[in-house]
């Protein structure tokens, strides 16, 4: 599935209810980069790329909030094999120890 296909599930109502409630459940940055700053987050992240895998796009768990820099530049980089979220986080850009986000 190419980034093109993608475009229907980002314009879905299912996909606009769930990044409401997702910004409503953690309306600041997760990025490691901006713990305790309580930055508002814009974007939300699917932290495990889901490459038009539903079930991964749909899920909850999989997601996480940014802000757009954070998101445009540490994330992106990190899943095109940079730097990126590197301390402190999984290959995945996930903070190791992420029990402290509930």
């Known amino acids: 599935m190419s980034r093109a ?4 599930l980002y314009n879905s109502t299912r996909w606009h209810n769930l990044r409401r409630a997702q910004l409503a ?3 600041f ?6 713990d ?3 930055v508002k987050g814009q974007v939300v992240d699917h932290i495990e790329p889901h490459k038009g895998d539903t079930r991964l796009f749909f ?3 999989n997601l996480q909030t940014l802000t757009k820099l954070c998101h445009d530049s540490m994330k992106q980089s990190a899943e095109r094999g940079g730097r990126g979220f590197d301390r402190g986080c ?3 850009g996930n903070v190791i120890g992420a ?3 509930e």
């Open 5 to 8: 296909d993608y475009k229907n």
């Open 25 to 27: 459940r953690r309306p």
């Open 29 to 34: 940055c997760q990025c490691p980069h901006c």
């Open 36 to 38: 305790g700053k309580f």
């Open 59 to 61: 899920n909850p768990k």
């Open 90 to 92: 999984d290959i995945r």
């Open 99 to 101: 029990e402290h986000w």
